[in-house]
């Protein structure tokens, strides 16, 4: 084997270097750093073409990889770009935040013995560097006099918005927050996903025609039946918003949290919109301890710590090898400071009328369920108390459908899913001009998979109104 043929024995792999622990925990911003001139296609040049890109595959949106990584090799950025966005509306934001090892580099040819090709690092740059040099995305047909309004501004409100007004379609997004984004904005924290890049993507968007109206909240301050009579479709990406509450006694003393109010809140103050009703706590030297071990929860304890708390513990039940979100954030938390408590089950919060005191926590064994999933079973006599002045709470969400729907015939799951598909078009819902994807479809869930899901309806809606679409796009 040589170099010449096979450069990922000459260039091994790298990540663009990240901003040092000592400078990321002083502030907000995105720790992610860029590729030198260059680096990116040696980077691109490591992939072997297997012929069987495994890495297209485990992408949800299926995106070509392997095309693309040729692309970036010989410095084509702009048709790289192009390329990108073919099966991905959001490509710079996708690279930053999927969780790559349990997605397209978990299954590189290259990962076992060599290093995955490192192809959310590529895809970000690439974006990143293609829209700054001023490329766009084409709109491929002409004005079709049809419209289509979107519910909700978070990325499967993004995708389907971006399919639609590129194949000709007039697009009205709706949201009830101030700003773009839904999670990307004000759940994820900016040192993952800064925020300019979000805005940079409603600009893109707003340059292709897409309108947003921010501030609406549909059911609210605009009935929902305006939109189903003054449009050719709805898109529903609406999301999931309803609290998994664990029921520990205490959950209710002032200093407990719950996680994405104490996300939002902080985005807020760093958009420079903050409420008076935010409730975000002072953490100035405090003792925080996160209850949860997923995605949400790693945002929480490196916010935390960002916030200036003398000490932040994350408490899980179950082992590190058994936490649901994705390794590299674990690491980044374990790096900038933050204690794991893995195998310790909460059971109380512990404090008064003045404030929350301490967590109160089993040990927890594992035990394999019929399913073969890690149950956590607390071991007796075990209990402990850990020193608290902060909880904050993060066991997940649900989804959170809105009354009304069922006035229009749109069926949920018993857990509160829409359904969607059951007849019909995919993602289409029981009422023929409505259709639904992301979070309030799948439960909470992952951006990559909302995207799909917005691009998926938009294709729907198309076939629904009979546009055809010339090249690649839908
Ligand atoms: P959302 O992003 O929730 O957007 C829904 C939008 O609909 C919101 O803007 C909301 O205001 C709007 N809306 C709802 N109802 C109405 C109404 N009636 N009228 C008007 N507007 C309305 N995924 C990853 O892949 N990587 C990560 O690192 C990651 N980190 C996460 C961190 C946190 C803290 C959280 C909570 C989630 C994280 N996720 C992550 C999951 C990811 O953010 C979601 O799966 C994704 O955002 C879902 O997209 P969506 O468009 O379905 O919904
Ligand atoms: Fe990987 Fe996500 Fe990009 Fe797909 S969208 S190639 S899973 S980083």
Not at 258 to 284: C, E, H, K, M, V
Request: hydrophobic share 40%; glycine share 12%.
């Amino acid at each position: 084997m040589s170099e010449k043929t096979f450069p990922f024995l000459k260039f091994h792999r790298e990540l663009p270097r990240e901003v040092p622990v000592p400078v990321r925990i002083v502030g907000f911003g995105e720790i992610n750093g860029s590729y030198a001139n260059g680096d990116a296609a040696d980077q691109a040049s490591r992939c072997i073409d297997c012929g069987n890109p495994y890495c297209s595959w485990s992408c949800p949106l299926g995106n070509r990889i392997p095309q693309w990584l040729k692309l970036v090799k010989e410095g084509r950025i702009e048709d790289a770009a192009a390329l990108m966005h073919e099966t991905n509306p959001l490509p710079e934001i996708c690279g930053r935040v999927c969780p790559q090892d349990r997605l397209c580099e978990g299954d590189c040819t290259l990962e076992e013995g060599f290093g995955a090709v490192t192809i959310g690092a590529i895809e970000r740059v690439v974006t990143d560097e293609a829209l700054q040099r001023g490329w766009r995305p084409a709109v491929t047909n002409a004005p079709t006099g049809r419209r289509v309004a979107v519910v909700g501004a978070g990325p499967a409100g993004l995708a389907a918005a971006d399919r639609l007004i590129r194949a000709g379609v007039a697009v009205d997004v709706f949201d009830r927050y101030e700003e773009v984004g839904g999670l990307l904005t004000f759940g994820i924290p900016p040192f993952k996903l800064e925020k300019s890049v979000v805005r940079q993507r409603r600009e893109v968007l707003e340059g292709l025609g897409v309108q947003f109206n921010l501030g609406i909240e549909i059911g609210r301050d605009l009935a929902f039946a305006t939109l189903v009579a003054d449009y050719d479709a709805v898109f529903l990406g609406t999301g999931a918003y309803r609290y998994v509450d664990a029921g520990l006694p205490g959950r209710q003393l002032p200093g407990v949290h719950a996680a994405l109010d104490f996300l939002i809140a902080n985005a807020r103050r760093l958009l420079g919109s903050a409420r008076t009703d935010d409730g975000l706590p002072d953490l100035t030297g405090r003792r925080v301890v996160v209850l949860g071990g997923g995605d949400t929860a790693m945002d929480c304890v490196r916010t935390a710590v960002r916030l200036g708390a003398a000490r932040v513990d994350c408490v899980y039940r179950r082992d590190e090898a058994n936490m649901p979100g994705s390794h590299k954030e674990v690491k980044n938390a374990r790096d900038e400071g933050v204690q794991f408590r893995f195998n310790r089950q909460p059971l109380e919060i512990l404090g008064d009328a003045g404030g929350v005191r301490g967590v109160r926590v089993a040990e927890t064994r594992l035990i394999a369920d019929r399913h073969g999933r890690a149950r956590p079973e607390p071991v007796a006599g075990s209990e402990e108390d850990l020193p608290a002045d902060i909880v904050i709470q993060s066991f997940g969400f649900l989804p959170s459908p809105p009354d009304w729907l069922a006035a229009f015939g749109i069926a949920t799951e018993a857990d509160g899913r829409l359904r969607v598909g059951a007849a019909g078009l995919p993602y289409q819902t029981a009422h023929p001009k409505v259709f639904a994807g992301g979070d309030n479809v799948r439960g909470a869930d992952l951006v990559v998979r909302a995207v799909l899901d917005g691009r998926e309806a938009a294709r729907s809606i198309v076939a629904l109104l009979g546009i055809s679409v010339r090249d690649a796009l839908l």
